[in-house]
Nanobody
Framework: QVQLVESGGGLVQAGGSLRLSCAASGRTFSSYAMGWFRQAPGGKEREFVAAISSSGGITYYAASSLKGRFTISRDNAKNTVYLQMNSLKAEDTAVYYC?????????????????WGQGTQVTVSS
């Protein structure tokens, strides 16, 4: 069992930055690929944002626009994965979730996630 707790969300003006953290407890964190997903308001589906392999050596982003603004990283010694978000836009407003998956290189699909955090709200005002 893995427990995930996100933090770092909040209200920020367009163009600003936030760093989300996801702290994991339970089984060996370094064995899990980790990912960030988000769900925008209005009943939209949860979508993939960024992923990182268990060792941190491989990263993957949903789109080139995100890759230039968002950076995923992890610290296995601290059992934590991060999402640095720069140049935020109003359309980045969403609840951000971290996910853990065992047995994959990267987790880019919500169906592949084994565990989820409770989410943290990010609101970008224009």
């Amino acid at each position: 069992q893995v427990q995930l707790v996100e933090s770092g969300g909040g209200l920020v003006q367009a163009g600003g930055s936030l760093r989300l953290s996801c702290a994991a407890s339970g089984r060996t964190f370094s064995s899990y690929a980790m990912g960030w997903f988000r769900q925008a308001p209005g009943g939209k589906e949860r979508e993939f944002v960024a992923a990182i392999s268990s060792s941190g050596g491989i990263t993957y982003y949903a789109a080139s626009s995100l890759k230039g603004r968002f950076t995923i990283s992890r610290d296995n010694a601290k059992n934590t994965v991060y999402l640095q978000m720069n140049s935020l836009k109003a359309e980045d407003t969403a609840v951000y979730y971290c996910a853990a998956s065992y047995g994959v290189v990267v987790v880019t699909s919500s169906k592949a996630a084994d565990y989820w955090g409770q989410g943290t709200q990010v609101t970008v005002s224009s």
